[in-house]
């Protein structure tokens, strides 16, 4: 129990006061429900600086996790409320672990202002498979020689640039030149100045250089996150193996690192952090890695 000092002294007002507030900030936590905290949260700095997509994908998880634990108050919430919510979503791996990573977040930012005392994340594994596969090597070679022009150019600009499909679909002509594209990742707002692939200087070659985007709709339009998500899964389950879009992105860096780049020269065109490339670089093939390594040791011989 906090002692005050005596009612007569000059210190007992600001002490009550300060006491006071204390208790009232714990009553006030101690009542937060998860709606309320979603809430305070979405109006602050932390949300405002998340890319437009990002804040996207998070309301989708923060409502359904709103929807999961309307009622408790945030201060209750345990590990194992959490677990009971994630097994639910088991079926669904990249689902479940895109919930853990926005209520994750959610929490920490509660956390950090003292509305709870611990993370009830902290130490929930992610699912395993709930990450993008990087695309089968013989449909990422259909991809990069189409017949369909749309899905020719986004498959090259995607895996040549490693970029992420958002990113791709602002690239302007004005951002290529003297063989190079310049990119602001959306997400990190990291400007990137990136070579261009002998084989993606030759796919833009075949295009008409114009003022606006790169990608365009047959209809000339700007094209669209969802129509080119579309288009590319329609391809890819056309040709045997249904992929997304962000899977040509580990394809760009396991490329990368079989050709025998370092993490930090992957991580520079990519965009990514180094702890990102480490965590692609487990698909790496082994034998493509071996055979590098022979070469590169003969080479020294």
């Not at 998340?50 to 209750?76: H, N, Q």
């Not at 920490?108 to 509305?115: G, I, S, T």
Request: some cysteine; aromatic content about 6%.
């Amino acid at each position: 129990m906090t002692r005050l000092p005596p009612l007569r002294s000059m210190e007992f007002g600001g002490s009550y006061a300060a006491l006071m507030g204390h208790r009232n900030r714990k009553t006030k936590s101690a009542l937060m429900t998860l709606p309320v905290l979603v809430d305070l949260y979405q109006r602050g700095a932390a949300y405002g600086a998340l890319a437009p997509a990002s804040r996207k994908l998070y309301d989708i998880y923060l409502r359904r996790l709103e929807k999961a634990l309307p009622t408790a108050p945030v201060t209750g919430i345990t590990r194992g409320d959490m677990r009971t919510v994630l097994d639910k979503m088991a079926s669904t791996p990249g689902a479940s672990n895109a919930f853990l990573r926005t209520s994750g977040a959610l929490f920490a930012w509660a956390l950090d202002r003292e509305h709870i005392a611990k993370n009830p994340c902290d130490g929930i594994p992610p699912l395993a498979g709930g990450e993008h596969e990087p695309w089968p090597a013989a449909v990422l070679r259909a991809g990069l020689a189409a017949e369909d022009a749309a899905v020719r150019l986004l498959v090259n600009l995607l895996y040549y640039t490693a970029q992420r499909l958002g990113d791709v679909l602002k690239m302007q002509w004005s951002d290529v030149a003297d063989d190079r594209v310049e990119v602001v990742q959306d997400k990190t707002k990291k400007p990137l100045s990136i070579p261009i692939h002998s084989a993606l200087k030759a796919e833009l070659a075949t295009r008409v250089r114009g003022e606006g985007p790169i990608c365009l709709t047959i209809h000339g339009k700007p094209m669209r996150d969802d129509n080119a998500r579309k288009i590319l899964k329609a391809f890819s389950a056309a040709a045997g193996a249904p992929s997304v879009p962000h899977g040509l992105r580990k394809n760009a860096v396991i490329a990368l690192l079989e050709a025998g780049c370092s993490v930090a020269q992957t991580a520079a065109v990519s965009g990514q952090s180094l702890t990102m490339v480490e965590w692609y670089a487990r698909r790496r093939n082994q034998s493509t890695l071996a055979d590098a390594a022979m070469e590169a040791w003969e080479s020294k011989s």
